[in-house]
């Protein structure tokens, strides 16, 4: 009945502290007002644009998206495969409400998303749905890999691209494609991937307090 499926979440995941929330989104911005004046990023500013010679402000480009979590479990109110038994582990009623310290250890931009990276520890994995990268079609990738923060979309974009975006670049480190390094910047090394995808692996990741929870809406 309703009422049943009412009591699944739209999704769980780790909801990252407000005061760390400023803190990574200032970092984010901060990286994007750096990476749209590099010479590297205005030559392939067509990835972007689709035109070569029209400028991008990325600050404006993308749009932010709620309050900031990493998503476990998209349940879609119990429509979404597995939301049931994801909500019924045993590793999820032990952690609800839990804090959690999480390590964000790469930022990452493509002509459709922004979003960073999360590291997940083992005891972190415990909470991780076993199929979430098989469903993106990455079947050979670590568990755990798809795990991110969406910080924003280019318009018309859903935020479940981001988690999509993150796995193509690192499908393409598995394959063996190095990137190409373009600098060592003050946050970390920048590395491009081709297609307007952008990779800034941090020097010092960023720890955050986040809360495993759920989210209604
Ligand atoms: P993400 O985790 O990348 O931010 P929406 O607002 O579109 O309903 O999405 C709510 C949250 O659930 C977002 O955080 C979103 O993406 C995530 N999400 C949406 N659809 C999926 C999906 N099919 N698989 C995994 N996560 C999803």
């Known amino acids: 009945g309703q009422l049943e499926e009412m009591?699944?979440?739209l999704y769980f995941g780790w909801f990252l502290l407000s005061s760390i929330q400023d803190k990574v989104r200032c970092t984010a911005m901060d990286f994007l007002k750096t990476l749209d004046t590099l010479e590297a990023f205005k030559k392939h500013l067509i990835d972007f644009t689709g035109k070569a010679e029209k400028e991008v402000d990325l600050e404006q480009y993308f749009e932010a998206k709620g309050t900031l979590h990493c998503t476990t479990k998209f349940c879609d109110y119990g429509k979404a495969e597995g939301?049931?038994?994801y909500a019924e582990k045993p590793a999820v009623k032990d952690f609800y409400g839990s804090a959690f310290e999480l390590s964000l250890s790469a930022l990452f931009v493509t002509p459709r998303t922004v979003g960073a990276r999360v590291s997940l520890t083992e005891e972190?994995?415990?909470?991780?749905?076993?199929?979430a990268e098989k469903e993106a079609g990455s079947a050979s990738l670590p568990l755990g890999s798809r795990a991110h923060v969406t910080l924003g979309c280019a318009e018309g974009v859903e935020p479940v691209q981001t988690g999509l975006d993150l796995l193509?670049?690192?499908?393409?480190q598995q394959?063996?494609?190095?990137?190409?390094?373009?600098?060592?910047?003050?946050?970390?090394s920048l590395?491009?991937?081709?297609?307007?995808?952008?990779?800034?692996?941090?020097r010092e990741p960023i720890c955050s307090s986040a809360c495993f929870s759920s989210f209604y809406g």
Do not use: N
């Open 175 to 188: 394959e063996g494609h190095q990137g190409e390094l373009i600098e060592e910047m003050e946050l970390g």
């Open 83 to 85: 939301a049931k038994d």
């Open 124 to 131: 972190q994995l415990l909470l991780w749905p076993a199929d």
């Open 7 to 9: 009591s699944l979440p």
């Open 191 to 202: 590395t491009y991937y081709g297609e307007g995808r952008w990779l800034l692996s941090l």
């Open 168 to 172: 193509e670049i690192l499908a393409l």
